[in-house]
Every structure is written in C-alpha cells, then in structure tokens.
C-alpha cells in the first residue's frame, strides 16, 4: 500500500522537528522510497510501517526514519575550489594573523567523511611547521558517521574526485575496499551533532566547513545556524559553504570573498575586526582586493 496523506504528513513533520528538512508535499515518491528498505526489513508496506512508527513507544525507529530522510551525497575535494583556498589563502592568512598553534575547524554536516578527510589532507600539505589542527566532523545521522569512523570506502567512492596521488599517499587497498591511513583516521574526531543545536564544542574556531545541507533548510533555519556560526568563529575565522548556497540575502552578518570558482565569508562586526582584505598575504589569485 503507498503512503497516505496522513502518513505522508506525519513523517514530514517529525523530520521537520527533528532536523529542519522540509518535505514539502510533492516529495511523497522521496520518502516511500527511502523508507521502502526500512519498511522490507520490518516485513510491513510503507504506510504500515509508517503507522508502526507511529504507535511505537521507542525514539529508535524515529531517529531512523528522520536519517533515512538525510541525504548525504558527498565526493573527495567537492568542487574543488574551496580546498584551493584553503590551500592558498585561508591557511596563509589564518597562520599570518596569529603565532603559530593549533588551528580549530569543523567540519558541520560531514556525511561519510570525504569533507573532513579532504581537509585533513589538504592541511596535512599546507600548514607551516609547528602549526596542527583539531578538525571536528559532525552529522545528524548515526549511520554516516560509523561509516566515516571506520575510514573504508568503495572503489565507486574513491572514484569520485580522490587525486590517484592523494590515493597512494593515504590509502590501502583491503579486499574491494579502501581503507584510509591510521594517521589521517585519527586526526578527525567524529561527533553526531544536530545543527539545530548549541554548538558541539564551543568557540573559537578558526575554519567552518558547512557545505550543501543549507539548502534543505527554510529562511528561519538557515539564519538561525548562521547566527550561531557568526558565534562560534573566532574573529577573522572563515565559513565555506556549498557552491549553491550563500548567506546573501540571508543574514548580513557576513563579508563575502570571492576566490577563484568559490567564495568564502568572514563574519562582520565581531569582537575585533579582521584585519582588511587581503590582510598581509597577497591573494593566490592574483595581487590586490578579490572582485
Ligand atoms: C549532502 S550532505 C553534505 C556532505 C558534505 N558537507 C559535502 O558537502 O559533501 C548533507 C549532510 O547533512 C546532514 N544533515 C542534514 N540535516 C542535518 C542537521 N539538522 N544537523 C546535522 N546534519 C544534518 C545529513 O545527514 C547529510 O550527511
């Protein structure tokens, strides 16, 4: 049986509360298929199932069903131009402003892990001697972040977009797989963390990566995470956000930078302003202000 309105209703709504994705109607097709595994395991029909849910008094089966819900397309070094920057002007210009220490970053919304090991990589390149990073990974959902802890990835996801390079340098073949190097596993901490709440971790951070899940999101939400994030940057700290997202039109708290294909954003009016663009290191792309 397909999933009535009601059910349909329902389970928008709890994914809604749970995580701010909006379902709007129309996307009925998007959640019968995604809950269709859920429903097989449980020997039910989607709308049976959907009822169970429904009727059952544990949080399990509703968690499941909101990560179900999660889409959590990811690949190697996405759209390449943010690890570009990081590489070429936010290390330079982060390590330029302060003493050399440790640089804080997270990495919000990480799915299976690509981002924040694309960063690890990435740092592992450009950071000057004496300077390391903590880098923070978070997701909503369980079942991304076990597969992220466990650093093992099919041919398929090595494919989409690891430089054969970067393969040799920081993974092994094990069986059909690959599994990502001790040293890299361990220079991430995974964390599940839901962006509608208080960050995981404090302030301070000099780096968030927050990259296409503010496009699930409505107006309120968005501004609503991107106030927090305005928090939880230090002072000249760096937001990148996915190539379709940005905080114009949105919240006006942020000074946007264009680099090369991207662009990044520097929150306004923070305690101490960042010192102006471009600080003290010339641009990688080119001498003089970003257009
Ligand atoms: C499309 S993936 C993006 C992964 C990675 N940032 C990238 O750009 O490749 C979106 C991720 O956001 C997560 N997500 C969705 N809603 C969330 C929420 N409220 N809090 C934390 N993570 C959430 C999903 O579980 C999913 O893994």
Not at 142 to 160: C, F, I, K, M, P
Not at 183 to 203: M, W, Y
Request: glycine share 6%; aromatic share 8%.
């Amino acid at each position: 049986m397909t999933l009535t309105t009601d059910s349909f209703e329902f389970v928008a709504d709890l994914v809604r509360r749970r995580s701010a994705i909006q379902l709007e109607a129309g996307k009925e097709y998007l959640v019968e298929s995604r809950l269709a595994p859920l429903a097989r395991r449980a020997g039910l029909g989607i709308d049976e199932f959907v009822r169970a849910v429904r009727a059952a008094p544990s949080e399990h089966e509703r968690d499941l069903v909101v990560e179900a819900l999660t889409t959590n397309e990811t690949s190697w070094f996405r759209d390449g131009a943010p690890f570009v920057a990081l590489h070429q002007h936010i290390v330079p210009a982060l390590t330029a402003e302060l003493a050399p220490r440790r640089l804080r970053v997270w990495s919000a919304a990480c799915s299976t892990g690509q981002e924040p090991y694309s960063i690890a990589m990435t740092l592992q390149d450009a950071l000057p001697p004496q300077t390391e990073a903590d880098i923070l990974a978070t997701d909503l959902s369980e079942q991304v972040l076990a597969r992220a802890r466990a650093g093992r990835y099919s041919q398929l996801e090595v494919d989409r977009g690891l430089p054969a390079a970067m393969r040799a340098r920081h993974f092994q073949a094990d069986g059909a797989e690959w599994r990502i190097s001790d040293e890299l596993r361990a220079s991430v901490r995974f964390l599940r963390h839901n962006l509608l709440d208080a960050s995981p971790a404090g302030q301070g951070f000099d780096l968030v990566f927050l990259r296409n899940v503010l496009i699930y999101f409505d107006v309120a939400t968005k501004q609503q995470i991107l106030a927090r994030m305005h928090r939880v940057l230090r002072p000249g700290g760096f937001l990148v956000l996915g190539a379709a997202e940005t905080t114009i039109g949105v919240d006006d708290d942020w000074e946007r930078l264009p680099l090369g294909r991207g662009s990044v954003y520097r929150p306004r009016g923070a305690a101490s302003d960042p010192p102006p663009w471009p600080a003290t290191v010339p641009t990688p792309f080119g001498s003089g202000a970003p257009r």
